[in-house]
C-alpha cells in the first residue's frame, strides 16, 4: 500500500504542479480589429448627436472568426456614438434559445432591435412579434422570409461571392491564354444555403465563360477540415490551374495542405476577406491571390442604421428621408494592388 | 498478424468465477446467463478479422484503380496516394488507440474530440507558444491527460455512467477551448511543430511515424503487459475483475487517462497539420473513432477487441474518403456508404458469433462497477 500510496503523491504532485504551469498558458493577446471597423462619429450630418436611442443586439455565439468580429463590430460601433445606449443579449445555441433571449429583450423595450439570427426562417415569428410591438427590427445576414418581419435587412452577397470569385479566376486563365483549364473548389459546410448560393454563383459564371470545375470538396469552415478536404482535393488533381476556398478561416487549413503537398503550379482565390488572408495577399508569397469580400464589418453599418432608424433620420447621402429597406453588400475583389485599402476590414 | 487477445484462459490474475458466484454479485442484467462464456471459444478470430478488413481495403484499392485507371499508371502516384490517405489516418488513428483501450475497458469516451480541440487551443495560445515546441507538445499532453483524469475519476469514483460524464465533457471542454481562444484561430508560429506535418525521415511523412508508433505501443500494452490483461479483465466482468483483485475503479481512471494522453498526441499532429487550433476542430472525431473500433471488431460491450483492427478500420475509412475525392463524388454519398460499412462490420461480426440472440446477451452486461 505505501508503494501504492506513494505513487499517487507524485501523480498528484505531478498534476497539480501541471495544472499551475498550464493556468499561465491560457492568455491571448486580445485581437481588437473593432476599431478600425467602425466608421469614426465625426463630421457633420448624421454623425451629429441625436436623440438618445437604445440598441437590443443579438447574434449567435458561434466558435467562428466571423461571427466573432460580427459582434465585436456591433459593440465598438455603438460605443462611437454618444447617444447610443447598446444592450446585448447571448442568443445561446441555437433558435430556440435565441428565441427565448430575445422575448426578455423585448420586455426591456428597445428603440431598435439588431440581430443576426440563429435561422431566418425560424425567428420570422419573432422578427413579427417586435414589429407589431412597436419595435424596428434591423435583421442582419440572415433574412426573414416575411418582409413584415423586419424595418432593414443587410446582408451580405453569396451569389455575388461565387461570381467574384470566377469572374478573378476567369480574367487570370484568360490572361495567361490558359485553354482548357482544371478549376477546383473547396467550399464550406454544404448543408448551409449560403454554401449553396456561392456555388451557383461560381458555376454559372464559369458556365459563361464554357469553363467548369473540376472537382469540388466541402470543408466544415474549420482549419482541420481545410487541411484535410485539401489534402485530398491535391490528390485527385496532379495539376490544377486555380481554387477557389469559400472562406479564409479554413483557409488557414487549405495553405496548409498545399505547402504540405509542395504544390505551387495554381493560384487561389478565397473568401470573406479575413485579415490574415489580406496580409497573405499583400506579402504575396502563397499561391493566395486574391479573396473575394463578405465583411463582417455590415454588423457595424447595422448599428449606424439602426441608429437612424431610431433617431428618424435617413441616410445623408440619399434623397430619402428614412433609412431603405433593403441593403447588399457587393462582394469587392482584394488583390495585391488593393489589399492595403482593405486591411482594416479584415477580421 | 497475431494480434488475437489472451482470450483462450483468464487473465494471470483473476481465478476461473463460478458463473453462480457473479450472478449473485452482478444486478439486473440478464439472471442465469453464462457471462463468461465469451472467454472461450474464439481464439485466433481477431486474426481472421483483421484478415476481412485487409481484403476490404484491397477492395478499396482495385474500385480506385479501376475508377481513376489514369492516376493509378502512375506509380508514383500511387505510393504518395497511400502516404497521403495513412497522413489522414493519423490524427484519428491515435484518437482511436486510446478509444479501443476505453471500449475494451467496457467505457466510451464521447470527449474525445473535444479534447483534441482544447489541447490543440491550450497548446497554441500566446502565452505556451512562447516556450517554444516543447512547451506546446507537454501542455497539449497534459490537458489531454488531466481531463481524461477528470472523465475518470467521474466515471470510476463519482458512479457516472460513461457515456453521460463524457458527453458532459464534450460540451465542457468545447466550452473551455472556445472561452481560451475567444473563438478566434490560433495560429501556430512554431515551425518545429508545423514541421511535423510537412517533413518526412526516408520519404515517409513524421505523422506516419508517430501513428506507427503510438498503435505499437497501444498494441503492446493491451497484448503484453499486466495492464492489457486487467482492461480485458474489467472490461469482460467488472465484477470479476474485482473479485480477482483488481483495483477496477483506478484502471478504469488509467483507462481514460490514456484516452486523453492519445489526444494530447493528436491534438498536436491536428495543429501542425493545420498549422492552426481553433475551438471547433477535431469536430465528430469521437464519432469516427467509435466507428473505427466497432469495424475493427472490438465488441462495443467491452472485454474483447484488436488495436491492429482498429487501425484498419480508420485507414478504411480514409481510403474511403479518399476514393470519393479522386472521384469527384459528394461528401454526402461519402458519409452514406460510411454508415453502410459499419452497419455491414457489425451484421458481420454477427453472424461470426452465432445467432443473435447471444449477441444480445453478450451485450447485456454489466458495463461499471
Known amino acids: ?347 | 498478424m497475431s494480434d488475437s487477445p489472451p482470450t483462450t484462459k483468464l487473465p494471470a490474475q483473476s481465478p476461473p468465477v463460478d458463473p453462480a458466484e457473479t450472478e449473485v454479485a452482478g444486478h439486473k442484467a440478464s439472471a442465469g446467463t453464462a457471462r463468461l462464456s465469451w472467454w472461450h471459444g474464439d481464439g485466433g478470430d481477431g486474426a481472421r478479422r483483421n484478415l476481412a478488413l485487409i481484403g476490404v481495403l484491397l477492395i478499396l484499392f482495385v474500385i480506385g484503380a479501376a475508377t481513376r485507371s489514369d492516376l493509378y499508371s502512375n506509380p508514383d502516384w500511387v505510393w504518395a496516394n497511400m502516404l497521403s490517405i495513412l497522413k489522414l489516418a493519423s490524427v484519428v488513428g491515435v484518437v482511436t488507440v486510446g478509444m479501443t483501450f476505453v471500449i475494451i475497458g467496457g467505457g466510451i469516451d464521447l470527449s474525445v474530440g473535444a479534447i483534441v480541440a482544447l489541447a490543440g487551443v491550450w497548446c497554441t495560445t500566446v502565452a505556451t507558444q512562447s516556450f517554444g515546441a516543447a512547451g506546446m507538445i507537454f501542455t497539449a499532453i497534459v490537458v489531454g491527460m488531466a481531463v481524461g483524469l477528470v472523465n475518470g475519476t467521474l466515471i470510476a469514483y463519482g458512479r457516472l455512467v460513461p457515456f453521460i460524464a463524457t458527453l458532459a465533457m464534450l460540451v465542457a471542454a468545447r466550452g473551455l477551448a472556445a472561452e481560451i481562444s475567444d473563438k478566434q484561430t490560433q495560429i501556430s508560429q512554431n515551425s518545429t511543430i508545423n514541421g511535423i506535418a510537412s517533413n518526412s525521415l526516408l520519404g515517409i511523412p513524421l505523422l506516419v511515424y508517430i501513428l506507427a508508433a503510438v498503435v505499437i505501443a497501444g498494441w503492446v500494452l493491451l497484448n503484453r503487459t499486466t495492464f492489457g490483461r486487467r482492461t480485458v479483465a474489467v472490461g469482460g466482468n467488472p465484477e470479476a475483475a474485482r473479485l480477482a483483485g483488481i483495483n477496477v475503479k483506478l484502471h478504469t481512471v488509467l483507462l481514460y487517462v490514456l484516452s486523453g494522453l492519445c489526444c494530447g498526441i493528436a491534438a498536436i499532429m491536428l495543429t501542425a497539420q493545420a498549422t492552426s487550433a481553433q475551438a471547433a476542430m477535431a469536430n465528430l472525431y469521437e464519432l469516427d473513432a467509435i466507428a473505427a473500433v466497432i469495424i475493427g471488431g472490438t465488441l462495443l460491450s467491452g472485454g474483447r477487441g484488436t488495436i491492429v483492427g482498429s487501425l484498419l478500420g480508420v485507414i478504411i475509412f480514409a481510403t474511403i474518403t479518399n476514393l470519393f475525392a479522386i472521384n469527384g463524388l459528394s461528401t454526402e454519398a461519402q458519409n452514406m456508404v460510411k454508415g453502410g460499412i459499419i452497419v455491414a462490420a457489425v451484421l458481420i461480426q454477427q453472424v461470426q458469433f452465432g445467432s443473435l440472440s447471444q449477441f444480445f446477451r453478450r451485450n447485456n452486461r454489466l458495463t461499471t462497477s
Not at chain 1, 112 to 118: G, K, M
Not at chain 1, 122 to 136: D, H, K, R, W, Y
Not at chain 1, 249 to 266: K, M, T, W, Y
Request: hydrophobic share 40%.
Open chain 1, 1 to 347: 500500500m505505501t508503494q501504492h500510496s506513494r505513487r499517487r503523491l507524485l501523480f498528484g504532485g505531478a498534476a497539480v504542479g501541471a495544472g499551475v504551469l498550464l493556468a499561465g498558458c491560457t492568455s491571448n493577446e486580445q485581437a481588437t480589429p473593432t476599431e478600425a471597423q467602425t466608421k469614426a462619429a465625426e463630421g457633420g450630418g448624421n454623425a451629429e448627436p441625436g436623440k438618445q436611442v437604445t440598441i437590443g443586439f443579438s447574434a449567435p455565439a458561434a466558435d467562428h472568426g466571423w461571427i466573432a468580429a460580427i459582434t465585436n463590430n456591433a459593440k465598438a460601433q455603438a460605443a462611437a456614438y454618444s447617444d447610443v445606449e447598446f444592450k446585448t443579449v447571448e442568443a445561446g445555441a441555437d433558435a430556440a434559445a435565441q428565441r427565448a433571449a430575445l422575448s426578455t429583450l423585448i420586455s426591456q423595450k428597445p428603440d431598435v432591435i439588431v440581430l443576426l439570427p440563429h435561422d431566418g426562417k425560424e425567428l420570422n415569428s419573432f422578427g413579427l412579434e417586435a414589429m407589431q410591438a412597436g419595435i424596428p427590427v434591423v435583421n442582419l445576414d440572415r433574412a426573414f422570409p416575411d418582409a413584415k418581419a423586419y424595418r432593414l435587412q443587410i446582408k451580405g452577397d453569396n451569389y455575388g461571392m461565387g461570381v467574384s470569385a470566377a469572374t478573378f479566376i476567369v480574367e487570370q486563365l484568360k490572361a495567361k491564354g490558359v485553354s482548357n483549364p482544371v478549376i477546383a473548389e473547396i467550399a464550406g459546410m454544404d448543408e448551409l444555403e449560403l454554401t449553396q448560393e456561392r456555388t451557383q454563383g461560381f458555376n454559372d459564371t464559369l458556365a459563361q465563360h464554357g469553363f467548369k470545375v473540376a472537382n469540388r470538396r466541402a470543408a466544415r469552415f474549420t482549419v482541420d477540415s481545410g487541411q484535410q478536404e485539401t489534402s485530398q482535393l491535391l490528390q485527385a488533381l496532379p495539376k490544377i490551374d486555380a481554387i477557389w476556398n469559400h472562406d479564409d478561416d479554413q483557409g488557414i487549413g487549405v495553405l496548409a495542405a498545399i505547402s504540405q503537398a509542395n504544390r505551387n503550379e495554381f493560384f487561389m482565390v478565397g473568401g470573406a476577406g479575413s485579415k490574415k488572408a489580406m496580409e497573405d495577399i499583400q506579402a504575396d508569397n502563397t499561391v493566395l491571390k486574391a479573396t473575394v469580400t463578405y465583411s463582417p464589418s455590415m454588423a457595424s453599418s447595422a448599428i449606424s442604421l439602426a441608429r437612424l432608424i431610431g433617431q428618424e433620420r435617413g441616410m445623408s447621402d440619399l434623397v430619402e428621408l428614412q433609412v431603405p429597406k433593403e441593403i447588399i453588400l457587393a462582394s469587392e475583389t482584394i488583390t495585391k494592388e488593393n489589399a492595403s485599402n482593405y486591411l482594416k476590414l479584415g477580421f
